[in-house]
């Protein structure tokens, strides 16, 4: 009897969507006019499906008027806002290619990025916190020749850009397989690249997520992950106006208590974030006064899901249909969720099944041969949802996307009998002490149980006898009472085979994190490495 192979695709009895992104949300604005498409809680405006399309094509047209052309790269360097959804669809309505960038980027990085991608025309936030966009914009605009022009949002020239369209400009023919957004993805080291993805990528991502919770147009949504990275845009937005369903901003970037104020506020059916946001949401002091019964599903994803948070999202939160997503920006972004059926533990414990029209499968790393159920490799996926490239890197996109069409992750995952995926870590977070292979995920997850710990992440760092040893880096729940290493050992005594026992321990106050809210493991690593 052979061993089945850690490879599933998805079906559905719903075909793929063949459209562009303005033809799409046409639909919805003829299904829908009246609904509600997006609310802005902190300035109080709101669009109807009319509004919402009537904005977006007065954005399209203006563009046209200031010699955007299909192709072109518009990029966009703002928190979230209203006018970040309109170009959005205004730049996929006329087949420029918007360009997120991330806020958090500096001088540096944002130069980089103009040259990289060759954009022209930049939306741009005025400040924020303690950036002063439009000071940074003037330092770097000297070195990029390509941008000929700068419009702050919230600044008069939003207005006087509008003011240029004519209402009657042509738009160029569109394909569905036109590229038509640039993400920049983290790199670790050295520049981000920009994945390329095409209307075809992520309107159909978008869309199959929402299936995949039961989205319809009685949907709310509240969206307080960052617009500029799939989770919002394409998981948030698009999977909204493919529904017509609604799209809530509760702030411009992530607060607490400002996100569970939306919800009550606008009565949201659905709450996105990665854990650490429902973490902050559900240690408010003053949680349980908000009224968070409207809530009946949303997505957790970004980062491994603690399963005592889970249980509580589900129990405190009403969140009794909340999906995990496991993705990654060159696959636009999602390849496994759970579904709205599935019990506590498959939610828990994995990061679901493949969604429609996808494949996944589970290899070798060094030999590419796919593994049987059940042991631990690299995970791959292809289908319509795999970027069309790097932007102009070729040699970074063959490293990344192999001659089969497969997207190789560098994440480890391990695939059970019943084709659910579970995530044990990223190939380079792997430790190996001694010639043992440890996956930092099973130790997380096991002393999360601890009851003095509030989050962990666990960590390799060098050791001379054992070539890595494991370093667990906590927040505790009381600063005035933190865990000794020696608790910490006691309690994995007996329960965790000895060489996945943490021989070091870090109390912290918070972890360094990535604007979408991913711990930066590679910075614990380089700081405690001594």
Known sequence: MTTELSYTHGTSPAALLGDTIGANLDRAVAAWPDRDALVDVPSGRRWTYAAFGAAVEEL?????????????????WAVNCPEWVLVQYATARIGAIMVNINPAYRTHEVAYVLKQAGISLLFASLSHKSSDYRAMVEQVRGSCPRLREVVYIG?????????????DAPYAELSCDDPINIQYTSGTTGFPKGATLSHHNILNNGY??????????QDRICIPVPFYHC?????????????????????????????LEAVRQERCTSLYGVPTMFIAELNL???????????RTGIMAGSPCPVEVMKRVVAEMHMEEVSICYGMTETSPVSLQTRTDDDLEHRTGTVGRVLPHLEVKIVDPATGVTRPRGSAGELCTRGYSVMLGYWNEPEKTAEA???????????????????YVEIVGRIKDMIIRGGENIYP???????????????????????????????????????????????????????LAHYKIPSRLQILDSFP?????????????EKYQV
């Open 231 to 259: 989770f919002g845009m394409v998981m948030g937005n698009l999977a909204a106006t493919s529904h017509g369903a609604c799209m809530v901003i509760p702030a411009p970037s992530f607060e607490p208590r400002a996100t």
């Open 155 to 167: 600044d008069p020239g939003w207005e006087e850009l509008l003011a240029r369209g004519t209402g």
């Open 441 to 495: 995920r099973e130790i997380e997850e096991f002393l999360y149980a601890h009851p003095k710990i509030r989050d962990v992440q666990v960590v390799g760092v060098p050791h001379e006898t054992y070539g890595e040893e494991v370093l667990a880096c906590v927040i505790p729940h009381d600063a005035a009472d933190p865990l000794s290493l020696e608790e910490l050992r006691a309690f994995c005594q007996g329960r």
């Open 60 to 76: 399209a047209q203006a563009l046209v008027a200031s010699g955007v052309a299909k192709g072109d790269r518009v990029g966009i």
């Open 208 to 217: 199959f997520v929402g299936e995949s919770i039961d989205y319809t147009e």
């Open 285 to 295: 002091p003053d949680f349980t006064t908000y009224d968070l019964s409207s809530l």
């Open 401 to 419: 996307v192999d001659a089969g069409r497969w997207m190789h992750t560098g994440d480890l995952a391990v695939m059970r009998e019943d084709g």
């Open 513 to 525: 994190m990535t604007v979408s809210g991913k711990v930066r493991k590679v910075e614990l690593r």
